[in-house]
């Protein structure tokens, strides 16, 4: 009967691939959309994910798909500096941070399980409906062009995303993704590199908000190809839709007088290919993820807001922990029991800590101690506190450098 992954996301993709590297051949991949096209603007993929997906023998092309950068960067609205850390290689890590194009890597991993598990293990244009329980197996039930399909199997893998319809079923009361009144305008646009032109920037407060980092090299002229984030609280989206596209012009308008050293903030939304507005919403963790052989994972399993630029990364974690699992562990029970404790409280407390800011705390403290800027951070934030902010959620999020650089690889030694 195999496994069937709902969902040919990130999650979906890299849980096929890591099947597929512990043994499993039998694993297909049911996706709604009918083709699958490069959504998205850019994501960061930490070094725990580079890790996974370096040992998935994947690295290098995904590393194809944007770059590695050096630094991150704090500044408050004033463009002030607050905090800055080296990233990736520089911060001592064996495997880099990497600033990529979301639909890019979508594309890499597909192609991927097209060549590892063979082309028919992609299945286009199902929608799950339902996923019912029998006694070792589980069925999923899609919707498709030619009506409803059933696929029984030993195990379903939910990886649908934020709007997941396996877990509504399991949490019907749940209702939609809760909002916190924040708005994020997401877009890439090709403008002169910045800074060292590796360093990814984050301006701002708890208000307002602009974060930019380089998915290229410069060019010959200078250009390079930079994803940016703005945001700011009060601003009207409501749509929980990744691919809703609004006009730029009030959003520059917004940002008007944040035109920082190196960096001109309205120069770069204007310069936007396209500006997609949405919600900064979440879900609440839930006590549960696998109902008999059905078990949820990535968003579908612990939607988090995209501070700490952490959803891809665990959704690849997941990915990885579970085919673990399932290979060493004595039956497919053990395994989801085992996956559940390795991931669940990890990603619930992740929820948590993104909730009150994540690595961004730094900014929120920053504006509360000095709304009108400061002359030295040190007399509003101690060197201590800001240490202590950006290693805490490191170690919450699993990727400090001391324990990612020395614990036990999760591809299993088998027979
Ligand atoms: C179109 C799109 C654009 C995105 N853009 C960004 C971005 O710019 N920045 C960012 O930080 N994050 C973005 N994300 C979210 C980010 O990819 C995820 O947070 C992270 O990668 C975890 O991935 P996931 O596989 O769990 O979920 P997702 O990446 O959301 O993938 C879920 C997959 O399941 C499919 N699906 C949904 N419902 C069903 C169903 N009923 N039956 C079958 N298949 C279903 C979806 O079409 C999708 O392919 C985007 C997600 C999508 C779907």
Redesign the pocket.
């Known amino acids: 009967m195999g496994i069937a992954i709902?969902?040919?996301?990130?999650?979906?993709?890299a849980a096929a691939l890591s099947l597929h590297a512990v043994g499993r051949t039998d694993v297909t991949v049911?996706?709604?959309?009918t083709a699958l096209r490069p959504?998205?603007?850019?994501?960061n993929l930490l070094p725990h994910a580079v890790r996974e997906l370096t040992e998935l023998g994947l690295a290098d092309r995904v590393a194809r798909c944007g770059i590695a950068p050096s630094t991150l960067t704090y500044v408050n609205r004033f463009g002030q500096p607050i905090w800055s850390e080296p990233r990736g290689r520089e911060a001592g890590y064996r495997w880099p941070q990497l600033s990529v194009h979301?639909?890019e890597v979508?594309m890499v991993l597909a192609d991927a399980v097209r060549e590892r598990l063979g082309l028919d293990a992609l299945r286009l244009g199902?929608?799950?409906?339902r996923v019912d329980q029998g006694a070792d197996a589980a069925t999923a039930v899609?919707a498709t062009a030619e009506g409803e399909a059933s696929v029984t199997a030993d195990l379903v893998v939910a990886?649908?995303?934020?709007?997941?319809?396996a877990r509504a079923a399991r949490y019907p009361d749940q209702g939609p993704p809760i909002w916190n009144g924040l708005t994020l305008w997401?877009g890439t646009a090709r403008v002169p590199a910045f800074l060292d032109g590796r360093t990814m920037v984050m301006a701002g407060d708890g208000e307002q908000k602009f974060v930019a980092y380089p998915l290229s090299g410069p060019d010959a002229s200078g250009l390079a190809r930079v994803n940016f984030i703005a945001e700011r609280r009060g601003a009207g989206a409501e749509t929980v839709d990744?691919?809703l596209s609004v006009d730029a012009a009030p959003i520059v308008e917004l940002f008007r007088d944040w035109r920082f050293e190196g960096l001109d903030v309205p120069g770069v939304i204007a310069a936007a290919d396209e500006l997609?507005e949405y919600p900064m919403v979440d879900r609440d963790p839930i006590p549960r993820w696998t109902f008999g052989r059905m078990t949820l994972?990535?968003?579908?399993a612990h939607?988090m807001y995209?501070n700490g630029s952490n959803?891809?990364s665990?959704?690849i974690l997941d990915a990885r922990t579970l085919a673990f699992h399932l290979a060493t562990a004595p039956s497919a029970d053990a395994a989801l029991a085992a996956y559940e404790e390795d991931r669940r409280p990890a990603t619930s407390a992740l929820i948590e800590s993104n909730r009150a800011q994540g690595p961004e705390r730094v900014m929120l403290l920053a504006h509360e101690r000095a709304p009108e800027g400061f002359a030295d951070v040190h007399d509003v934030i101690s060197a201590e506190e800001l240490t202590d902010i950006a290693a805490s959620y490191k170690r919450a999020a699993g990727f400090h450098p001391d324990v990612l650089n020395v614990r036990s690889s999760l591809t299993p030694v088998l027979p």
């Open positions: 709902v969902g040919a996301g990130i999650g979906g993709l049911y996706e709604r959309a959504l998205g603007v850019g994501i979301r639909g979508q199902h929608r799950l409906i899609f990886a649908d995303g934020i709007h997941s319809a997401r990744w691919n997609l994972l990535g968003d579908a939607a995209p959803g891809a665990q959704a």
